[in-house]
């Protein structure tokens, strides 16, 4: 595929066979919701489950509603353009945006899709249903261009919405763009990367994920390229050890040279669309208590913001590879205080590596290899 790829992209004189896309870190929904003075009552009324999404056994795809998350870019579908903010997810794989045809409060503050402007516009045959942890996105599946940075896509499938959470009326974003694997799409639907990669439209089957951590400008992600001007040292690889998503075996967690979570190993998976490091309840607690936090009866934790800098590091290892965060870069700080960016995600035997841990290591999502590559971000 690799070499086919490299001579379409040789003879395609207007394919670029890779392409960035800026990534905006706007305002999250718990920050409006604080603004506004109805933080706890939405929290207790769409209270977080982190693991929602990586729950489902069936064809739909569960997601869940997230608070902090905050990075987005903007894609356009149709003939001509309609653009679009999405969350560029490496938990699910479908994309799906509002349509003119959801009545939901979550679309009334969106842009919506309008088929009848687009000229290469297709309904399909199927609906499509994402449960959420309070409530779901339905609608019908359709066809059309989506051109993600310079690359344009023909006939990608995707959810045009009709009903949507109410949670999602909180968010910036207009929709998702999921980077998992095709096993885990709603409907059976080929995602956006996949037709990337069959339509021939990257020189390399791999997408790459750089979050700034103190701007909010500068973050990207990269489709078809490695871009070194993002990392320092060397790559990291690592196998994937379940292809679905992007799933990794972790060895364990430890602080001070003593391990206090994932004791004998466990299972990580490296995920964009997750803005915090979720992980089993008492790991979470462990790890919070030696981070000195204080955990509240609705188990959010608050640190003093002027202790930071004498909190100790934590370090997780992947794969016999030791990747270390500082208390500056796993704790959040906000207006109204600080706090940990270690959430508590149940019972279930399973860690997720989100937008904590991303913002310290450039993350490359390798198809070609079924690896994850690993650097120290700059």
Known sequence: MMKWAIV?????????CHTRISLIK???????LMEKGIWEETRQKFPYNPMAKFNQTGADEAM??????????VISIGTPPQSFKVIFDTGSSNLWVPSVYCSSQACQNHDKFNPGLSSTFKWGSKTVSIQYGTGSMTGQLAYDTVLVGGISVTQQSFGASETEAPFMSYMVADGILGLAFPNL???????????????????????????????AEGSVVSFGVIEPSYYTGQITWIPLS????????MDS??????????????????????????????????MNYWAGATINQYGYTTVNCNNIPNMPE???????????????????QDPYGCRTGFSNGGYKQLWIL?????????????????????????
């Open 8 to 16: 379409l992209c040789a003879i395609v004189a207007l394919s670029e």
């Open 26 to 32: 706007g305002k999250t929904a718990r920050e409006t």
């Open 64 to 73: 869940t509603n997230d608070a902090d998350l905050s990075y987005y870019g």
């Open 185 to 215: 799409a709603a409907s059976g639907v080929t995602p956006v990367f996949d037709s990337m990669m069959t339509q021939g439209l990257m020189s390399q089957s791999l997408f790459s994920v750089y979050l700034s951590r103190n701007s």
């Open 242 to 249: 379940f292809v679905t998503y992007w799933q990794i075996t």
């Open 253 to 286: 967690v430890t602080i001070n040279s003593k391990t206090v979570a994932c004791n004998g190993g466990c299972q990580a998976i490296i995920d964009t669309g997750t803005s915090l490091i979720v992980g089993p309840t008492d790991d979470i607690k462990n």
């Open 314 to 332: 934590v370090t997780f290892t992947l794969n016999g590879n030791n990747f270390t965060i500082p208390a500056s870069a796993y704790t959040i």
């Open 354 to 378: 989100g937008d904590v841990f991303i913002r310290q290591y450039y993350a490359i999502f390798d198809r070609d290899n079924n690896r994850v590559g690993l650097a120290n971000a700059v």
